[in-house]
């Protein structure tokens, strides 16, 4: 029987938990730990309600490698879910190589002093875990995650040569608060004020942030969003594992009202990551920004709308041009109905899940780390459209292509 520690219990923790009960026959076995156990036991009680499974919860610190292997060890676990949040990857890394236990995670490491997405840190631990024998399995959400395995399982199944990739997230929900975030405040404003890079022929280019922006148009009428183009940590591996990529954009929808917020914030020096003194006592202003802000998890309750995610992609089938659009819609209420949570949280959820089944059944149990790419996308395309994610894709021409936005 599998035995799996999920780590973290925010938004994201909470659609893992649900989900991974809800499939019994894989995951025998589930503990829930966090730094707030009470957080952790609420999670556990609804999860009880809604699907009859009892799971276990445990307190842990997991930027302490040792009390983090220890828990790990106590629960026998084969697998550490980590959706705590990206200051965490390397530390919970650690646990595992010294708990000999796999890996994974939904966002790339980040230090906490600076802004910087890259995957250098997480993949220079290649051959601690070749050699210990262990999995590690790289960004298991929905972007980085489902948007990558689209990438992949186009490649294989339509084009011979991938040329350009452009990763569109429209969040058309609305919460109907003043201002807030869809998951952690910290983590999503570091990410939107970051510089925008996006890759153009062989090298990233920088532009300021959201200096690019235009209106895109989902399917079956989710509405027209305006989008905005960012840096996003997928590019850097799917350039890397897919070198024929001669563009690659990631691109978010932002409504005018989140960004005029945004905007003041910035200006007034709440979104600073360096520590500031006041009354005598450290603080750092975005860290004080989230504590005030309204909690990610909570939006499930107001949150009407969808959301549509997906890839167009263009290159060469035989020689001859060819581009898809492949992308899912998911409805907040909806995730808010089964599991309690917004479609931000549910749509990282639950491919957090489905990586960590390829995983456990051995689909994707490779010694070594792995970007979500590297592996093979078919079961896990298949498992999106069974556990609440169903995804389609259509053919577009040429001139569709360049109408569908992309710059
Ligand atoms: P939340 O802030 O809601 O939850 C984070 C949880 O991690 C909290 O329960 C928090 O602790 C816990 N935590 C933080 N530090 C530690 C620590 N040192 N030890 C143990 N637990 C800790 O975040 P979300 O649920 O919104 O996001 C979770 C992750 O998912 C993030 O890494 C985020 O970047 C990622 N994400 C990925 C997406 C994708 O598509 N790939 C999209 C959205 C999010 P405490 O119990 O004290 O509150």
Redesign the pocket.
Known sequence: MNKVLI????????VVAHKCAMVPEVFGEITL?????S??DAIAAEVKQRTGRVIATAK?????PKQ?AELIRRTGAKLVI???????DL?IMDACLEAGCDYM???NYEPKDVAKFEYSWQWAYQEKFTKAGLSALL????????TNVYTAWALKHHFDEIHTLDIIDVNGGNHGKAFAT???????IREVTAECRHWEDGKFVETPPMSLHQAFTCPQGVGTYEIYRMYHEELESLVKHIPTIKRAQFWMSFSPNYLKHLEVLGNVGMTRIDPVIYNGVEIVPLQFL?AVLP???DLGKTTKGKTCIGNVITGLKNGKFKAIYVYNICDHEACFAEVGSQA??Y???V??MIGAKQVLEGNWRKPGVWNIEQHDPDAFMADLNVHGLPWQFIELSEEQAKAFHVA
């Open positions: 780590i973290g219990a925010g938004g994201v923790g909470n730990a966090s730094r707030t156990v957080k952790c842990v610190d997991a930027d302490d983090t980590n959706v705590a949040l990206p200051y965490q530390t995670d939904t966002a960004g298991s959400g929905f972007d980085p995650g489902v869809n998951f952690n405040p910290e983590i999503n989230k909690d990610p998890g931000i949280s749509t990282t959820g491919p957090a």
